[in-house]
Every structure is written in structure tokens, then in C-alpha cells.
């Protein structure tokens, strides 16, 4: 399937006046509308009227709804997976990769769907019963991210979709058109099922006002935010200052701890695929690794020599492992911080731009092995590139502490052999970072654990465990069946 046919598929038609490239060649594909302060305004006025509707289905029938939106999605997984890699530069398997994340978490939503309990709750009153219940939010704003277009949106939507709220996306204004086809499908399935109120699920897209826009409104009580850190920083006062909830997961600075006894084929695959996979854009992407001095010569002069090999080029490829980064911008930032690098005193192999004479509007780079003395401001800097700063160590307990030295908390893993050592990680003076793997990549996470992290990773969770509760509002309901009316604490209060 070529673009045009792609966006046939999901009935896209050019509509608008904002040009969307493609990263792959700078070539325009579509072209879309921007909402402003007033359809954003109107849009929410929807939402509300869909909430009060949507909040009265029995939460097993509204995971229905989450299934046949699954469905379609397993029908359309190829279109859409590729109209993702035409749209953010993702190589075909990460776009495929993507879809099926949606599809995972549509899954987990459904059989959530049947599980959205509460407690009871012993009562010190005699004839009482205390109960915690768990009710739906409201509507729910969804910020995304260019570098997963679609599944960081489905993680928020199918769970706030089975809790009874209604969703607003604001998607990157970088990848409009897969929110665009997500919305297509979203459609068709709410037609299927009897029952789903209008504008249940709304995109609206333009730029940082539009998202601002949605974060100072009341009528959006949880606000969840994908994004960079300075994103967060911005958008997250907004949403407090008139204590609405956000759900932040925003930048990381992911590390591995290569130890001694690792298995050292299994670290330098799940090195590639974390520090190279994405290009490098991913939040749970590898950009820190420390090495123990016994086997830093021998594992880092194999990771030069397989990133020399590594295939770069066109995504939609199928020999691609690397492809383009989403933008000049983010070429500029790679480029800042490898030369920030250098200043201090960085050894850099790689880096630098290539495929010019075949791609000149877009952006292919080399992704680059910094060898690092020390943790430098640069390496404590999340760059959302292909870069990866590699430090030796010679303690275990030294390798933890300079990980968790930096301002990220998202995610973190030990290759090890020793038992001591992986439980040490992730003890409690272990990895500080939401996500802790032993002999894994820090990438590629499951939907079924809680996905998001600590200090400027916003602390926010989203996706499986009891990430849910965030999508719902808790009441303590107690009721008294008795003929009397004793008061808690045992207070007397008698006229
Ligand atoms: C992100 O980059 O914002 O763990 C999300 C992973 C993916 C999600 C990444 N499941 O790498």
C-alpha cells in the first residue's frame, strides 16, 4: 500500500491548511485543520454531554465497546502500523509493534471492564457499612507524543473508555494523521455497539494553545500528559491550579548496568535494540551504559563494531533497523549534545548525518557511542537521539548510585548473573526508576505493569496494574442500617 492508498483506507482526505510531512523524505502527506480556542471549547461541551451518557452503561457493556474497537484494530493493524511509519519514521516492525500495543491494552480493558472494584471496609458503628467505590471521572484529556502516535493514546483511552469516562486526544502536531485514522476506526466500532452517545472520543489538534486550552478547563477533571519533561513542567501547573488531576509520564534518561558475570550476547541485543530501536526516540530508550572495567574492553569495542553494521535508511524497508529522526529539530539537539559531549571530554564514535544525496529533506543519522569519564551535565541531559554514553565501573553500589543520579526516574536494568546483585536492584536502596528489569532492556515494556516513573518522569502511571484508579473518582460511601444514629469517634451529640 502507497500513501495515497493508506489514506483512503481510513477515508482521509486532505482538509485544512497545516502540511504534514513525512520524516521519512521530508515529502508532504496530508493535510489538516487546527482546532481553536473555541472548537476546543465546544468539544468539551460534547464530551460532558457524552460522559453523563456513557457513565450510566454498565461498565461490562462499555468494555464491549473496547472490544470491537479491538477487533478493528487487529483488522487494520497493517494499515495502521504502516501509516505510522510513514508518519513518525518508525521502521515497519515498530509500527506493527505499535498497533499490537493497542490491541493488548484493548484486551487488558475488557477483562477490567469486569473488574473495577472497591472495598468493604470494617465500620466502628454498629449497623454501618463502609464502603470504597470507585466512579467515573468525567472527561478525560489525553496529551501524546510524536514517537508512539497511537498506542499512548490507546493506553489512556481504552482504560478511561471501560471507566466510564469520555476522551479528548491532543495528539503531537507532528503525527495528526494517525490520530485521524484512530479516530476513523474508534467510529466504526461505536457504531456497532448499540448504545455509544455522540463524541464519546474527540481529537483535536493544533498546537501547544489547543492543549493548554483543554488543560485550564474545569470540565476536564484528569488531564493525562505523554511528553518531554519541559512539556510537563508546562502543562502540569495548569491542570493543578484548578486541582484537576494530571497523569504525567514525561522524559526518561534510562540506564543499564552491565555486571561482571552478565551474559554479555544477551546485554549487546538488548543494547542495540534500546539504544537504536526508534532511532533513539523513545522515552524508555537506552542512553546510559555502565560497564564494568573487567569486561568494558571486551564488550564495547563488540558494540562499535555492530553499530558500524547497523542498517539505516527508508523505514518502510524491511531490512531497516534504523530509521529517520522525526525532524530538523531533533537533528540540531543531537548534534548540540554531541558536541556538548566533546567539550567535555567525550570520545564519540558515529554520529552525524548520512543519506543526504537520497533523502535531502530528512534527517538520517548515525547513532553515536559517546565513551564518557564521567556523568556529565550533558549525560545527565535526556536527548531524545540516537546517543548513548557508556561509563565504566568498578562497584556495584557505585554503578547504582550514578544511575539513579540523575533528575529521570522512568526506567532501568542489570545484566547479571548474580543473584546479590539483581536483588539489590531492585531493592528498596536500589534502581529509584518506576520500571526495573534484570537481564532486559529498559525498553519495550508490557502493557500489563504500571508504565512511568519517578522525579521529572512526572509520576504518573499509565497502562496495566492499577493504573485504572487514576481514570476514576474514589468515594468513601458508608450506610447506616440500623435504627440508631451513633456517631464516629463515639461522640455524644444528644439535645
Ligand atoms: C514512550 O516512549 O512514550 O516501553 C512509550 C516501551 C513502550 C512504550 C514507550 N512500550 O518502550
Same mark, same amino acid.
Given at each position: 500500500?502507497?500513501?495515497?492508498?493508506?489514506?483512503?483506507?481510513?477515508?482521509?482526505? @486532505?482538509?485544512?491548511?497545516?502540511?504534514?510531512?513525512?520524516?521519512?523524505?521530508?515529502?508532504?502527506?496530508?493535510?489538516?485543520?487546527?482546532?481553536?480556542?473555541?472548537?476546543?471549547?465546544?468539544?468539551?461541551?460534547?464530551?460532558?454531554?457524552?460522559?453523563?451518557?456513557?457513565?450510566?452503561? @454498565?461498565?461490562?457493556?462499555?468494555?464491549?465497546?473496547?472490544?470491537?474497537?479491538?477487533?478493528?484494530?487487529?483488522?487494520?493493524?497493517?494499515?495502521?502500523?504502516?501509516?505510522?511509519?510513514?508518519?513518525?519514521?518508525?521502521?515497519?516492525?515498530?509500527?506493527?509493534?505499535?498497533?499490537?500495543?493497542?490491541?493488548?491494552?484493548?484486551?487488558?480493558?475488557?477483562?477490567?471492564?469486569?473488574?473495577?472494584?472497591?472495598?468493604?471496609?470494617?465500620?466502628?458503628?454498629?449497623?454501618?457499612?463502609?464502603?470504597?467505590?470507585?466512579?467515573?471521572?468525567?472527561?478525560?484529556?489525553?496529551?501524546?507524543?510524536?514517537?508512539?502516535?497511537?498506542?499512548?493514546?490507546?493506553?489512556?483511552?481504552?482504560?478511561?473508555?471501560?471507566?466510564?469516562?469520555?476522551?479528548?486526544?491532543?495528539?503531537?502536531?507532528?503525527?495528526?494523521?494517525?490520530?485521524?485514522?484512530?479516530?476513523?476506526?474508534?467510529?466504526?466500532?461505536?457504531?456497532?455497539?448499540?448504545?455509544?452517545?455522540?463524541?464519546?472520543?474527540?481529537?483535536?489538534?493544533?498546537?501547544?494553545?489547543?492543549?493548554?486550552?483543554?488543560?485550564?478547563?474545569?470540565?476536564?477533571?484528569?488531564?493525562?500528559?505523554?511528553?518531554?519533561?519541559?512539556?510537563?513542567?508546562?502543562?502540569?501547573?495548569?491542570?493543578?491550579?484548578?486541582?484537576?488531576?494530571?497523569?504525567?509520564?514525561?522524559?526518561?534518561?534510562?540506564?543499564?548496568?552491565?555486571?561482571?558475570?552478565?551474559?554479555?550476547?544477551?546485554?549487546?541485543?538488548?543494547?542495540?535494540?534500546?539504544?537504536?530501536?526508534?532511532?533513539?526516540?523513545?522515552?524508555?530508550?537506552?542512553?546510559?551504559?555502565?560497564?564494568?572495567?573487567?569486561?568494558?574492553?571486551?564488550?564495547?569495542?563488540?558494540?562499535?563494531?555492530?553499530?558500524?553494521?547497523?542498517?539505516?535508511?527508508?523505514?518502510?524497508?524491511?531490512?531497516?533497523?534504523?530509521?529517520?529522526?522525526?525532524?530538523?529539530?531533533?537533528?540540531?539537539?543531537?548534534?548540540?549534545?554531541?558536541?556538548?559531549?566533546?567539550?567535555?571530554?567525550?570520545?564519540?564514535?558515529?554520529?552525524?548525518?548520512?543519506?543526504?544525496?537520497?533523502?535531502?529533506?530528512?534527517?538520517?543519522?548515525?547513532?553515536?557511542?559517546?565513551?564518557?569519564?564521567?556523568?556529565?551535565?550533558?549525560?545527565?541531559?535526556?536527548?531524545?537521539?540516537?546517543?548513548?554514553?557508556?561509563?565504566?565501573?568498578?562497584?556495584?553500589?557505585?554503578?547504582?548510585?550514578?544511575?539513579?543520579?540523575?533528575?529521570?526516574?522512568?526506567?532501568?536494568?542489570?545484566?547479571? +548473573?548474580?543473584?546479590?546483585?539483581?536483588?539489590?536492584?531492585?531493592?528498596?536502596?536500589?534502581?529509584?526508576?518506576?520500571?526495573?528489569?534484570?537481564?532486559?532492556?529498559?525498553?519495550?515494556?508490557?502493557?500489563?505493569?504500571?508504565?512511568?516513573?519517578?522525579?521529572?518522569?512526572?509520576?504518573?502511571?499509565?497502562?496495566?496494574?492499577?493504573?485504572?484508579?487514576?481514570?476514576?473518582?474514589?468515594?468513601?460511601?458508608?450506610?447506616?442500617?440500623?435504627?440508631?444514629?451513633?456517631?464516629? +469517634?463515639?461522640?455524644?451529640?444528644?439535645?
Amino acid at each position: 500500500m502507497n500513501t495515497s492508498d493508506i489514506l483512503a483506507h481510513f477515508g482521509l482526505k @486532505p482538509s485544512g491548511t497545516q502540511i504534514v510531512h513525512s520524516p521519512i523524505d521530508g515529502a508532504e502527506i496530508g493535510r489538516v485543520a487546527y482546532d481553536d480556542a473555541k472548537s476546543v471549547e465546544e468539544k468539551i461541551g460534547k464530551s460532558v454531554q457524552a460522559f453523563k451518557a456513557w457513565r450510566e452503561v @454498565p461498565a461490562p457493556k462499555r468494555g464491549e465497546l473496547v472490544r470491537l474497537f479491538g477487533d478493528d484494530l487487529r483488522a487494520n493493524k497493517e494499515p495502521l502500523g504502516r501509516l505510522v511509519t510513514l508518519e513518525a519514521g518508525k521502521i515497519v516492525q515498530e509500527g506493527l509493534g505499535e498497533v499490537q500495543e493497542m490491541i493488548d491494552i484493548c484486551d487488558f480493558a475488557v477483562g477490567l471492564s469486569r473488574q473495577l472494584y472497591g472495598l468493604t471496609i470494617a465500620s466502628e458503628r454498629p449497623g454501618h457499612r463502609m464502603m470504597e467505590q470507585w466512579l467515573p471521572a468525567g472527561v478525560v484529556g489525553i496529551v501524546s507524543a510524536f514517537n508512539f502516535p497511537v498506542a499512548v493514546w490507546a493506553w489512556n483511552a481504552a482504560l478511561a473508555l471501560v471507566c466510564g469516562d469520555s476522551v479528548i486526544w491532543k495528539p503531537s502536531e507532528k503525527t495528526p494523521l494517525t490520530a485521524l485514522a484512530c479516530q476513523v476506526l474508534f467510529e466504526r466500532a461505536a457504531k456497532r455497539f448499540a448504545g455509544a452517545p455522540a463524541h464519546l472520543s474527540q481529537v483535536i489538534l493544533g498546537l501547544r494553545d489547543v492543549g493548554e486550552a483543554m488543560a485550564r478547563d474545569p470540565r476536564v477533571p484528569v488531564v493525562s500528559a505523554t511528553g518531554s519533561t519541559r512539556m510537563g513542567r508546562e502543562l502540569a501547573p495548569v491542570v493543578a491550579a484548578r486541582f484537576g488531576k494530571p497523569i504525567l509520564e514525561l522524559g526518561g534518561n534510562n540506564a543499564m548496568i552491565v555486571a561482571p558475570s552478565a551474559k554479555l550476547d544477551l546485554a549487546l541485543r538488548a543494547i542495540l535494540f534500546s539504544a537504536v530501536g526508534t532511532a533513539g526516540q523513545r522515552c524508555t530508550s537506552l542512553r546510559r551504559l555502565f560497564v564494568h572495567d573487567s569486561i568494558y574492553d571486551t564488550l564495547v569495542p563488540q558494540l562499535k563494531a555492530v553499530y558500524a553494521k547497523l542498517p539505516i535508511g527508508n523505514p518502510l524497508d524491511q531490512s531497516t533497523l534504523v530509521g529517520p529522526l522525526i525532524d530538523k529539530q531533533a537533528f540540531d539537539n543531537m548534534e548540540r549534545a554531541l558536541g556538548s559531549a566533546r567539550d567535555e571530554a567525550g570520545k564519540i564514535s558515529g554520529g552525524g548525518r548520512v543519506l543526504t544525496d537520497r533523502f535531502p529533506h530528512a534527517f538520517y543519522v548515525k547513532p553515536a557511542i559517546v565513551e564518557m569519564k564521567d556523568q556529565t551535565p550533558t549525560v545527565c541531559h535526556e536527548t531524545f537521539a540516537p546517543i548513548l554514553y557508556v561509563m565504566r565501573y568498578s562497584k556495584f553500589d557505585e554503578a547504582v548510585a550514578k544511575q539513579n543520579a540523575v533528575p529521570q526516574g522512568l526506567s532501568s536494568c542489570i545484566f547479571t +548473573q548474580d543473584m546479590q546483585e539483581a536483588e539489590k536492584f531492585v531493592s528498596a536502596s536500589g534502581s529509584d526508576c518506576g520500571i526495573a528489569n534484570v537481564n532486559i532492556g529498559p525498553s519495550g515494556a508490557e502493557i500489563g505493569g504500571a508504565f512511568g516513573g519517578e522525579k521529572e518522569t512526572g509520576g504518573g502511571r499509565e497502562s496495566g496494574s492499577d493504573a485504572w484508579k487514576a481514570y476514576m473518582r474514589r468515594q468513601t460511601a458508608t450506610i447506616n442500617y440500623s435504627d440508631a444514629l451513633p456517631l464516629a +469517634q463515639g461522640i455524644e451529640f444528644a439535645v
